[in-house]
């Protein structure tokens, strides 16, 4: 009785999720298309700790469904990736991006955003084409933009990688190796990558000031990075401790809500004015 009971139950909650997956995928490819859109971006102050100016952002996707309510955007570009239509997500921010991006420079305002690429979009020659040629319409280079890609990407086809990097670098993206520290690449393999910065992963930083081993593994990484000539930037600064001692270690850029947290176009504006970081 207790195997059927137990069996019920695993069906019951492989349903579950299967049926929160249909309709993660229904209501995004409904809110890709819908004018009043439930998706929108928001953007995360990136700070120098050699200069304290913000001197980029990074763009991070919001869906806050009408059917669902806000779904964390860690579940549905997963979902939206295994089931084939990332491209037309990174289509939509990418498009929002350059748009907020003529908007912050009509503004005065020189700060460089960063956009999260999938292992998807990386490979992905028309619509990083489609991206350029927007920047060009508004006489806009590919040097205004960071792309954000994950370690665990470059690590699954390494001459792939190469090859889409140099493409990336040598149309003027920065390339940013992001949740560095969660996959199996080495900074000496970096080293020969067309690489300009690595994210140090949250997960190091969020307990940094407590947790002697979290210290060492981010002081190591900053040691090489710096022996390589990679920017280094950490993400997840949630305390002032951890800031000064990414400093005082030779860290290059702060990101987390220590700094603020990320912020709608408007409230980011708004935040410029006001902040010691401007
Ligand atoms: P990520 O690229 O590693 O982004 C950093 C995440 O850390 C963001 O979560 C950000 O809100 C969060 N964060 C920043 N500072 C702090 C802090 O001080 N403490 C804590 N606890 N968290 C902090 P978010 O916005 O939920 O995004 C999660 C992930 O979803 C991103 O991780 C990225 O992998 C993915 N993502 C978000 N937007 C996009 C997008 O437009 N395209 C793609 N492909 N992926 C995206
Ligand atoms: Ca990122
Ligand atoms: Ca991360
Ligand atoms: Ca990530």
Known sequence: ELGTKWLLRFNGEIEQRYLRRLSIITGLKHALHSEQSELSLVYQPKVSLKTLQVTGLEALLRWNS????????????????????????TDWVLTRVV??????????????????????????RPLLEKLISMLSEHQLSASNITLEITESDLVADANLAVENLRYLQDE??????????????????LKNLPVNAIKIDKSF??????????????????????????????????????????????????????????????ALIDWLEITEYY
């Open 172 to 189: 003027g993206f920065s390339i940013a190796i992001d949740d560095f520290g969660t996959g199996y690449s080495s900074l000496a393999y």
């Open 66 to 89: 009408d059917a669902l309510g806000f779904v964390p955007p860690d579940e549905f570009i997963s979902i939206a990736e295994q089931a084939g239509f990332i491209e037309q997500i």
């Open 205 to 266: 930083v969020l307990n940094l000031t407590t947790d002697k081993n979290d210290q060492e593994i981010v002081h190591t990484i900053l040691g090489l990075a710096t022996a390589f000539n990679l920017e280094v930037v950490a993400e997840g600064i949630e305390d002032k401790q951890a800031m000064s001692m990414l400093a005082r270690w030779g860290c290059d850029v702060a990101q987390g809500y220590y700094i603020s947290r990320p912020l709608t176009l408007e």
């Open 99 to 124: 748009s907020d991006l003529v908007h912050l420079r009509a503004q005065g305002i020189n700060i460089k955003p960063a956009v999260n690429l999938s292992t998807q979009d990386v490979q992905n």
